[in-house]
């Protein structure tokens, strides 16, 4: 599933691409032919992102709400656009570019009480400067769960997923099975600046990349020059200390971690 940085990045290019244009709106596949219809023609006013949720809005006050989920997957490819190709279920199309969404776990018109709605139930989003990271070290503090666990919980922290998740706790020391109400609150402002610089990096490059230049000595391997410390590196040594990279399932999700680096 794309994290944080993917939708945001996804919501800067729509509003470049299409802020203040008048739209062609259509849903080839047919499961978005009402809602479409009704877009079709307005207004493009802007795009934003909450955590891994997209929304577009119309000069008309219309939201349509867009979350990628597993496989949903939005191109950008230049108009006038070709004949669509496989299950698309929207598609936008302006002055010089258009866009298809393909398999969004959910693609639906949106009111703004949708949107409260939405907002309510969702933890602060490091990418948004609305961001409070204090409500989200309340919810921490007071909570035994694992740390590991609840920066992956939406509720508690929107846009982290399991990459960045496994790299901010390598980045702070801290091991991820530490509880809530062990977690200082120094500790965490620290984890979460880093949070930002680093999904902000993300956002920028179109990629995670978390290692420090001190840790990166140029070495390329089969898949390029290390962009991570311990996300999916079981079994490997710790590019910092050399230990051997841990890995285990937390809540149905792969956990990566060092146990120099990050000690219990």
Avoid at 70 to 89: C, E, H, I, N
Avoid at 206 to 229: A, C, F, L, N
């Amino acid at each position: 599933m794309p994290e944080g940085h993917t939708i945001h990045r996804l919501a800067r290019l729509h509003h470049r691409r299409y802020r203040g244009q008048q739209l062609r709106v259509s849903s080839p596949q047919g499961r978005f032919v009402d809602e479409a219809r009704a877009l079709d023609g307005q207004v493009f006013r802007a795009a934003e992102a909450w955590g891994k949720h997209l929304l577009h809005h119309y000069d008309s006050g219309a939201m349509v709400h867009i979350h990628l989920g597993l496989y949903g997957k939005f191109s950008d490819v230049k108009a006038p656009m070709p004949a669509p190709v496989g299950q698309v279920r929207l598609r936008i199309e302006g002055d010089d570019h258009g866009g298809d969404l393909r398999g969004p776990t959910a693609c639906e018109m949106y009111t703004p009480e949708d949107l409260d709605a939405l907002v309510a139930r969702l933890g602060p989003d490091p990418l948004r400067k609305d961001a409070d990271p204090d409500k989200a070290f309340r919810r921490i503090h007071k909570s035994r769960r694992a740390l590991g666990a609840m920066l992956m919980d939406q509720k508690i922290v929107a846009g982290i997923g399991n990459v960045y998740r496994a790299e901010v706790l390598f980045r702070a020391g801290v091991h991820p099975m530490r509880i809530g109400t062990a977690v200082e609150n120094d500790v965490w402002q620290r984890m979460w600046r880093d949070t930002v610089e680093l999904m902000d990096v993300g956002v920028r490059k179109g990629k995670i990349i978390t290692i420090r230049p001190e840790d990166d000595h140029g070495v390329r391997g089969p898949r390029g020059r290390p962009r991570s410390y311990v996300y999916r590196r079981r079994g490997e040594p710790c590019r910092v200390c050399g230990n051997t990279i841990l890995g285990e399932i937390m809540e149905g999700r792969n956990l990566f971690w060092c146990p120099s680096c990050q000690p219990d």
